[in-house]
């Protein structure tokens, strides 16, 4: 049923039946260099499905206005949870990541040797399945003479290489299949309409609005030394500085 905006939610599970759930409600946490979490309410006249058959299933969340979908979500099921029975329905929560949320689980131990930092994170998503990746890389990454992984997930592995790098790494589902980006800049992400804002809305509206906004300010370091020592030559001490500006209150 369609409200009074337009909108209208429909989700997929896997090769579960399309009339089987309804959307009761979702949360979508999507952020930069990290995998996305959407939390999907969901409601079904059948008490009895089975939590594991749902597990790794492929997801789709659309979201329809006047019939026509805006956009789409799509991942695997992370995790099940059967709620509460009523009269007829009974509650379903699936928590949905991209299908490379799995790096979080495997931990490993290994070095790297003479090879670039797209090099190594090329083989390493190959080697756990993630094809679909995309590097838009616009300054060519520096070789590293050595490089560990000790003991760290492959997603810490593969986050902590794109920091020390200066790249982020985000979702690209335009053309309808999810894509793991990895850049350096962020001259191709997509870019949002202007929307305006409105603290005090009510009811149903039809346009994107702003309705949320804090102003936050805390306490960071402004210098940073790093320092060094090579035992070919132990009375050399390298050392590099950097300052920051204090930026002025209202900056």
Same mark, same amino acid.
């Given at each position: 049923?369609?409200?009074?905006?337009?909108?209208?939610?429909?989700?997929?599970?896997?090769?579960?039946?399309?009339?089987?759930?309804?959307?009761?409600?979702?949360?979508?946490?999507?952020?930069?260099?990290?995998?996305?979490?959407?939390?999907?309410?969901?409601?079904?006249?059948?008490?009895?499905?089975?939590?594991?058959?749902?597990?790794?299933?492929?997801?789709?969340?659309?979201?329809?206005?006047? *019939?026509? %979908?805006?956009? &789409?979500?799509?991942? #695997?099921?992370?995790?099940? @949870?059967?709620?509460?029975?009523? +009269? /007829?329905?009974?509650?379903?929560?699936?928590?949905?990541?991209?299908?490379?949320?799995?790096?979080?689980?495997?931990?490993?131990?290994?070095?790297?040797?003479?090879?670039?930092?797209?090099?190594?994170?090329?083989?390493?998503?190959?080697?756990?399945?993630?094809?679909?990746?995309?590097?838009?890389?616009? *300054?060519? %990454?520096?070789? &590293?003479?050595?490089? #560990?992984?000790?003991?760290? @997930?492959?997603?810490?592995?593969? +986050? /902590?290489?794109?920091?020390?790098?200066?790249?982020?790494?985000?979702?690209?589902?335009?053309?309808?299949?999810?894509?793991?980006?990895?850049?350096?800049?962020?001259?191709?992400?997509?870019?949002?309409?202007?929307?305006?804002?409105?603290?005090?809305?009510?009811?149903?509206?039809?346009?994107?609005?702003?309705?949320?906004?804090?102003?936050?300010?805390?306490?960071?370091?402004?210098?940073?030394?790093?320092?060094?020592?090579?035992?070919?030559?132990?009375?050399?001490?390298?050392?590099?500085?950097?300052?920051?500006?204090?930026?002025?209150?209202?900056?």
């Amino acid at each position: 049923m369609l409200c009074s905006s337009g909108l209208r939610f429909t989700a997929r599970i896997g090769g579960v039946p399309a009339d089987v759930f309804v959307v009761v409600g979702f949360e979508l946490t999507e952020t930069l260099s990290s995998p996305f979490r959407l939390t999907l309410d969901l409601a079904s006249y059948n008490p009895d499905l089975v939590l594991t058959d749902l597990l790794e299933q492929p997801t789709e969340l659309t979201v329809w206005q006047d *019939r026509t %979908p805006r956009r &789409r979500f799509a991942g #695997v099921v992370a995790e099940a @949870s059967r709620g509460d029975s009523g +009269h /007829r329905r009974s509650r379903y929560q699936v928590i949905v990541k991209p299908p490379w949320w799995r790096l979080e689980l495997v931990h490993a131990c290994r070095m790297f040797q003479a090879q670039a930092t797209d090099t190594i994170l090329r083989g390493l998503l190959a080697e756990r399945g993630v094809t679909r990746t995309r590097f838009d890389l616009r *300054r060519p %990454p520096a070789v &590293r003479e050595y490089c #560990v992984q000790y003991r760290e @997930s492959d997603l810490a592995f593969v +986050h /902590r290489l794109a920091a020390e790098e200066g790249w982020h790494y985000r979702i690209d589902a335009t053309d309808g299949r999810p894509a793991l980006v990895i850049a350096d800049h962020h001259g191709n992400a997509p870019h949002l309409a202007p929307a305006p804002y409105n603290a005090h809305t009510g009811g149903s509206i039809r346009q994107p609005a702003v309705f949320q906004f804090h102003h936050h300010r805390r306490v960071r370091a402004t210098s940073v030394v790093l320092q060094d020592y090579t035992f070919k030559k132990p009375r050399l001490y390298p050392v590099a500085c950097a300052n920051r500006r204090r930026s002025s209150p209202t900056g």
